[in-house]
């Protein structure tokens, strides 16, 4: 790592970006199991902030596996170096004024509050897209569930690797007994009442 480098700061600053998009910038971190519906929500609650003409952006976890994070597998290493990467990038997304939805397992507590400790305060919401292993199982459409309880998949969350939920998270979306619509009515509404 070099050491001599230094930071370039921006001629337009973040208010006056976040003036010119008439919000302010946020990450909205989503947690959960796969198939849990963290990605389906965070696209209702994209499409209605726009409609809102609120300017949002996903960072999804396997879209992101498919380029910045390619390199990366999922050993414990690799997802504590996947989490930081994002992070970094949802730090450069706020500081642009986005409402940044990052949709990742991340699937322990520890690494969610480092991630929480590098934004200042009202910069993170921690959602926990709360959904039993059993339901997301049933909601296999990828089929890893199954590839993990056959031994195909090595580290899955839920199967061989452990899920931590949160204890205190802002929002909790429980998937099993609510709909997408109100489920993305109730994050939109926390998002714009804090």
């Avoid at 050491?3 to 370039?8: A, E, F, R, Y």
């Avoid at 389906?40 to 726009?50: D, G």
Wanted: glycine share 8%.
């Amino acid at each position: 790592m070099s050491k001599n480098i230094v930071w370039s700061e921006s001629i337009i600053g973040r208010k006056e970006r976040e003036s010119m998009l008439g919000q302010n910038g946020v990450v909205i971190w989503m947690t959960g199991l796969s198939g849990s519906g963290k990605s389906t929500i965070a696209k209702k609650v994209q499409e209605k902030l726009y409609e809102k003409n609120k300017l949002a952006y996903i960072l999804d976890g396997d879209n992101i596996r498919h380029g910045l994070n390619k390199d990366l597998g999922f050993s414990k290493e690799d997802r504590i170096e996947n989490l930081r990467r994002i992070t970094e990038v949802g730090k450069l997304f706020v500081d642009l004024g986005v409402i940044t939805i990052v949709s990742f397992i991340s699937p322990y507590r520890q690494d969610r509050e480092v991630i929480r400790n590098s934004f200042l305060p009202g910069e993170f919401i921690e959602v926990y897209v709360k959904c039993s292993l059993e339901e997301c199982e049933k909601r296999d459409v990828k089929g890893l569930y199954k590839k993990a309880r056959d031994g195909v998949i090595k580290n899955f969350t839920g199967i061989d690797s452990e899920y931590e939920a949160p204890i205190d998270a802002e929002v909790v979306l429980d998937t099993e007994n609510k709909s997408v619509n109100e489920l993305s009515d109730k994050l939109i509404d926390f998002i714009t009442n804090s």
